[in-house]
């Protein structure tokens, strides 16, 4: 159950900022564009994306057939194994995603549309109990009840989306057509005027974001279990085919890949953080690149000759690493049980690599678990040296093992690069960001009690388990925490003072925190409304989100919810 907000609005997507003050770093918040428009390095990217899926993919297949036709039976099945599963596993997800988009849209959509009809003197809209409310308006505006009654070329069409959206998963394509479906949505984006170019570009962003995360799964189900097969056979084997080699660095580029991906579109959909730039990006592949590539060349070493044991390890660093994720109290999904779900996901991913899941101390969680990866690679290279056979001379074990320790320098290099020269919040300097605004993610949050002003409250309602007093508008936070100016505080630099006209779409839901995705991209509750209302309304409305920032809001909150 959710409560009114009359707070200001948080979402800068369609604020026009004033002139930046000299005295404000040009790569702070108050700074960037006033809105984001799609580009042709962002259709080239999507491309290349689609790409790396098909050889991915495709090397994985012409591996598993080359096996069959050596009558290597047993790798056959194994490579077969790492390529169906996953893939499975991401169309039912997609499948499933899409029949929760697409069913009864239109309904909700009249109903929204009621809202919108009705509200036109207020001009704002709350996704709290929005389809009761239109539902009961729509007789009041004149808008029919259902959208069944649009006749029978409509049905015809809902049946033909429905078979079609079918056979594109059971032919595994659902990535490919949500790909090709981004493109299109991009494109409108830059060729509509300003009120349809929004909501184009709200549909791309919605489906960018399902797209990288079923990509991620996908390769963290798929790839680098493919890769670590694959290198632990060469080594078993003691030969290199060029399929191998082809597969191993297809899976190799699809995991870094779609990691820097991740990471651009996460920031891409956030409105308070600065996007992250393509040159970042490619910095980010070469970082991920070399320190998977080590990871999973000292795992095919170890596996190579310690198998039952390799399975032992493997478990045991996943079930450390998940235990560490839920520990820190991730805030990602929208209920207990799928926070634990995601948080046992994540836990995959930390057998290979580091992955942000939280704000606050990154920095110190990061170096910790990269000394435990650096001396992990290290015990199980140097077990491997230690009871390799005889079939492998003293020389090229040293040249495999220089190769593992020369990938993971290379690795940290660019890691380096990336936080040193560009990072998306400024450069390092020492222990801190040059931008001194953008500090909170990398220092700990300072004590309630020090820092918040007497009428700010510094504890969460009872009756909102899943905020966390971090999401609170502390004075001195970033903007799009604060919903309303607190009574005495004092800003060091002039504030971007948001535009209050117009209609606004009020979410009854704390805001996250990057690196969390926003409510309207997890909740497609959320995202459907917001679409309808958007396309709906003469003006292209606001997203504000529900705040905790002043005494009166919370005492709003504990007599309404």
Not at 173 to 180: D, E, F, I, S, T
Not at 187 to 192: A, F, K, L, M, P
């Amino acid at each position: 159950m959710a409560a009114k907000s009359d707070g200001a609005p948080v979402s800068l997507r369609n604020e026009s900022p004033p002139e930046c003050p000299s005295s404000l770093d040009q790569r702070s918040p108050q700074c960037r564009p006033a809105e984001k428009r799609y580009s042709l390095l962002d259709c080239c990217w999507t491309l290349c994306a689609l790409l790396v899926f098909f050889s991915d993919g495709a090397s994985d297949l012409w591996l598993a057939a080359d096996y069959y036709l050596r009558e290597n039976y047993w790798w056959f099945a194994l490579t077969l194994v790492f390529v169906i599963v996953p893939s499975v596993v991401v169309q039912v997800l997609s499948f499933r995603w899409f029949a929760y988009d697409y069913a009864e849209t239109t309904e909700s959509g009249t109903a929204a549309a009621a809202v919108v009809a009705a509200s036109g003197a207020e001009n704002n809209f709350s996704t709290k109990d929005s389809d009761q409310r239109g539902a009961g308006r729509a007789a009041a505006v004149g808008v029919p009840p259902t959208a069944g009654t649009g006749g029978g070329a409509r049905g015809c069409c809902r049946v033909f989306m429905w078979i079609f959206q079918a056979i594109i998963h059971i032919f595994q394509l659902a990535q490919v057509w949500r790909y090709v479906h981004a493109l299109y949505l991009g494109v409108q984006s830059r060729w509509r005027g300003d009120h349809e170019r929004h909501h184009f570009y709200w549909s791309m962003m919605f489906q960018s974001a399902d797209i990288s995360m079923l990509r991620l799964l996908e390769s963290f189900l798929k790839s680098a279990p493919q890769l670590v097969l694959q290198l632990s056979i060469m080594v078993q084997a003691r030969q290199l085919l060029p399929l191998q080699g082809l597969s191993a660095s297809a899976s190799l580029i699809s995991l870094s890949w779609m990691i820097a991906s991740y990471q651009k579109v996460l920031r891409d959909s956030r409105d308070d953080k600065l996007p992250m730039t393509y040159k970042a990006v490619i910095v980010q592949i070469l970082w991920h690149l070399f320190t998977i590539g080590a990871r999973t060349m000292a795992f095919a070493l170890f596996a190579s000759v310690f198998q039952l044991y390799f399975g032992i390890f493997i478990v045991a660093h996943w079930c450390i690493m998940t235990f560490w994720i839920i520990q820190g109290e991730t805030d990602f999904c929208m209920s207990k049980w799928e926070e634990i779900i995601y948080n046992m996901m994540v836990g995959i991913v930390y057998i290979f690599c580091w992955f942000s899941v939280r704000e606050g101390r990154t920095r110190c969680r990061m170096l910790v678990y990269s000394l435990t990866v650096f001396v992990e690679n290290v015990a199980l290279t140097t077990l491997w040296y230690l009871h390799r056979g005889q079939q492998t001379s003293d020389f090229h074990a040293v040249a495999l093992a220089c190769v593992v320790a020369s990938s993971y320098a290379l690795g940290t290099f660019f890691m380096c690069v990336y936080y040193c020269l560009l990072h998306p919040d400024g450069p390092v300097s020492g222990w801190g960001y040059v931008v001194e605004k953008e500090r909170l993610d990398d220092e700990p949050l300072a004590s309630p009690a020090s820092t918040l002003p007497p009428d700010v409250v510094g504890s969460p309602p009872r009756t909102l388990p899943r905020t966390k007093d971090r999401e609170q508008g502390f004075g001195g936070e970033a903007d799009v925490f604060q919903v309303r100016a607190t009574r005495g505080a004092q800003t060091s630099a002039p504030r971007l003072t948001p535009r209050t006209e117009g209609p606004v779409i009020r979410i009854d839901l704390p805001r996250k925190r990057y690196p969390a995705w926003d409510a309207h991209f997890i909740d497609r509750r959320l995202r459907k409304t917001i679409l309808v209302l958007e396309s709906a309304a003469p003006v292209t409305p606001r997203i504000q989100y529900r705040c905790l920032g002043t005494a009166k809001e919370v005492m709003e909150y504990e007599t309404t919810v």
